[in-house]
């Protein structure tokens, strides 16, 4: 059964610090792994990682697939509090479907 | 629509009703998926539909547990005689493409969500 593992369950920072997510996972014939925020109700996508592409940026935010550890990284830097939310991670592997970790709910402060 | 639309936002029920949710996809997005949302968790795969046909139905937790998508556009999922812990954010999701298919982005395209509260 795959797993995805993601830490820290949450944390609190301070407007402008950069933070780090990490997630984990364990997945039959991996195919991509992917990244959403999630603020209210809807996730909505960040990041697709594969093994043709390990790394992703967009503005504040970059991330980082590692097969080797079987994990990823989701760098936000110099955070705003539009950045609270909370960040899921994803993997596929031989089925079609997403199987997603607990998330990471982040909290920035001014 | 613009996007995934899902209906009610919210039910509330009492334990051993029967509820209907409903998904409308985003217009030609052949997959459609369910999943099932606790506080504090990350969504929990339920069924995947590409086209008309259930491709994967492997994570509907019992048999009280349904879904339709008759004309492959709206989906329906179905839960018989409801418990406190089906208690959840029930969300639906669409994508143009299988997951893995050439081509495919990865991403799903994510509704608001239906608010299921069984008392």
């Known amino acids: 059964e795959d797993k995805v593992v993601q830490s820290p369950l949450s944390l609190v920072v301070h407007e402008g610090d950069t933070v780090t997510l990490n997630c984990s996972y364990e997945?039959?014939?991996?195919?991509?792994l992917l990244w959403y925020k999630q603020e209210k109700k809807a996730p909505t996508f960040l990041f697709m990682l594969t093994s043709s592409g390990i790394e992703k940026k967009s503005g504040r935010l970059s991330s980082k697939l590692d097969k080797k550890e079987l994990s990823s990284i989701l760098n936000i830097t110099a955070t705003q509090t539009g950045d609270s939310a909370i960040y899921l991670c994803?993997?596929?592997?031989?089925?079609?479907?997403?199987?997603f970790g607990t998330g990471t709910r982040l909290q920035v402060t001014l | 629509g613009a996007g995934v639309s899902q209906t009610p936002s919210n039910k509330v029920t009492e334990k051993g009703k029967y509820v209907e949710l409903r998904c409308d996809p985003i217009?030609?997005?052949?997959?459609l998926y369910w999943y099932r949302q606790s506080l504090g968790q990350g969504p929990e795969f339920l069924i995947y539909f590409q086209g008309t046909g259930a491709a994967d139905d492997s994570g509907l937790p019992n048999d009280r547990f349904f879904a339709v998508r008759p004309e492959g556009s709206v989906s329906t999922l179905k839960i018989q005689r409801t418990e406190r812990g089906d208690s959840a954010v029930y969300l639906c999701?669409?994508?143009?493409?299988?997951?893995?298919?050439?081509?495919?982005?990865?991403?799903?395209?994510f509704g608001e969500g239906s608010r299921l509260t069984v008392l």
């Open positions: 217009s030609g997005h052949t997959a």
């Open positions: 999701a669409s994508s143009p493409r299988r997951q893995g298919e050439t081509g495919s982005t990865g991403e799903l395209f």
């Open positions: 994803a993997v596929t592997g031989t089925a079609s479907k997403l199987t």
């Open positions: 997945v039959t014939n991996f195919r991509s």
